[in-house]
């Protein structure tokens, strides 16, 4: 009996410690009474009871109420105080026309505190809004009113746009987004242009102004191409024809002989339309730059984007001013002949001197034709425009280029480098230049009879 005695009170001592010892972890009454602090559905005993006093916070510039809940069991007694920042039950008992929160403090409306019952004072005079935006709206900035574009539509658009996606064939004007395919597409036939882009669709270079699919491994370019491609020419009967390319920097010549042959397989027909080809830099080999040009060509064009100043903002590292120079003055090298063309983009961050330098450049490597146009940024992800210039100063530039000799300039907010009215013009040129040669010969003939 002794014995049993001293267990009984070793466990009544230790129960007594266990009572009287404090502890961090919540009993559960305790953890039920923090979920429901917190909006959490629960469930109370019977003999939980709650009551509601209001206290002041030292470190707060407002009266916060606090619910003071007190928990008695059989076992033991616990005392909480938890935030109450909402309704209590007695707030939506029925015959409450008064929160309990404002009998402690009259000026809690201002603390956004929901009242039981509303006057028509509480409503206010200002018309409440039907809808309250959950953050501010981005703000765009409109393009100016003449940069608008009309959408591509018309019977021989339709018929160019099947041709191409039937052939599998890539046109700068879709690739690129280009704002004049309606005008370019929708003209009649003989007249209409689409720029060919051979060499697939994707890039080995990622220029930040560009929209064409860039890769460092691009799928190979399809061998039938040129003849696909000189086939859709002949049967749309263009008189003018634009092929540009991706930047090839896979291939070892750049895909220059692939250019070639397309231009070939064009000048083999009885009445070949006349060929301008925009192709890349080829990494700087002159080699590559002689296969393109002798191919047949009639204009070789190729695009310095933008001023000296801007090369490294605007282009791909890879590519630099002086090498693009350097390959359109071979190009006029290996047939004086040629025309040369290139094509500048305003609205960069580009300055009016740092324009005239890069077009005194341009004349003294004897470029005959350039271009004038307006950078659009075509996604968020490319390079943001710095400027929407003037149709004013367009023809300020377009102006000043002819004074510097030029042989043809194309100025505006909506040119691009295969510009139509710009084709027209080259036409006229290429056939005048081809009777005056023509003429000359027969003159010589007769001379030596």
């Keep these: 009996m002794l014995k049993l005695h001293t267990k009984t009170s070793k466990r009544a001592a230790s129960a007594h410690k266990t009572t009287n010892k404090p502890t961090n972890k919540p009993t559960t009454q305790k953890r039920k009474l923090q979920t429901l602090a917190r909006g959490k559905p629960t469930s109370l005993l019977p003999s939980q009871t709650s009551k509601i006093k209001s206290t002041t916070s030292p470190n707060l510039h407002f009266k916060r109420f606090i619910t003071t809940t007190t928990t008695t069991t059989e076992s033991t007694t616990v005392e909480s105080k938890l935030p109450n920042d909402g309704l209590t039950l007695q707030d939506f008992m029925s015959g409450s026309a008064k929160s309990p929160h404002d009998e402690h403090d009259p000026e809690v409306s201002h603390l956004g505190c929901i009242p039981t019952s509303i006057s028509p004072s509480d409503i206010p005079d200002e018309p409440i809004p039907e809808t309250i935006p959950t953050r501010k ?16 539509r018309g019977e021989q658009y339709e018929h160019l746009r099947e041709t191409v ?23 009649k036939k003989g007249i209409a242009t689409a720029t060919i882009m051979l060499l697939g669709d994707t890039c080995t270079r990622g220029c930040r ?54 231009v070939r397989l064009l000048k083999a027909h009885h009445k070949p339309p006349l060929v301008e080809a925009l192709t890349s830099d080829f990494q700087g080999s002159f080699e590559s730059v002689k296969a393109v040009v002798e191919s047949g060509l009639d204009v070789f064009a190729h695009n310095v984007e933008t001023v000296r100043e801007l090369q490294h903002v605007v282009r791909d590292r890879r ?18 002949d040629i025309i040369t063309k290139t094509s500048l983009m305003l609205g960069c961050g580009e300055t009016d001197e740092e324009i005239v330098n890069t077009l005194k450049e341009l004349r003294a490597a ?58 027209y013009f080259i036409q006229n040129v290429i056939e005048k230049r081809k009777a005056e040669k023509l003429l000359k010969l027969q003159q010589d003939g007769e001379a030596k009879h």
């Design 165 to 187: 996606k039937g052939l599998g064939l890539a046109t700068v004007c879709q690739e690129a987004r280009c704002p004049n395919i309606g005008e370019c597409w929708g003209g």
């Design 319 to 336: 590519t630099t001013f002086d090498r693009s120079v350097d390959v359109l003055k071979f190009a006029k090298q290996v047939n004086p």
């Design 137 to 152: 709206p981005k703000q765009k900035v409109a393009k100016p009113t003449w940069l608008k574009a009309p959408l591509p």
């Design 366 to 423: 004897d470029v005959n034709v350039v271009t004038f146009g307006q950078y659009l940024q075509p996604t968020s992800r490319h390079m943001k425009v710095v400027e929407y210039v003037t149709p004013e100063k367009f023809q300020h530039w377009q102006t000043v280029s002819e004074e510097m000799g030029f042989l043809y300039v194309a100025s505006g907010p909506m040119v691009r480098s295969s510009y139509r009215a710009g084709e």
């Design 209 to 262: 102004f560009c929209a064409v699919k860039t890769s460092r491994a691009p799928p190979p370019a399809e061998s039938d191409e040129p003849e696909k491609t000189s086939s859709a020419i002949l049967k749309w009967g263009l008189k003018y024809v634009v092929f540009t390319m991706v930047a090839r920097d896979d291939i070892p010549d750049g895909g220059a002989e692939h250019v070639a042959r397309t």
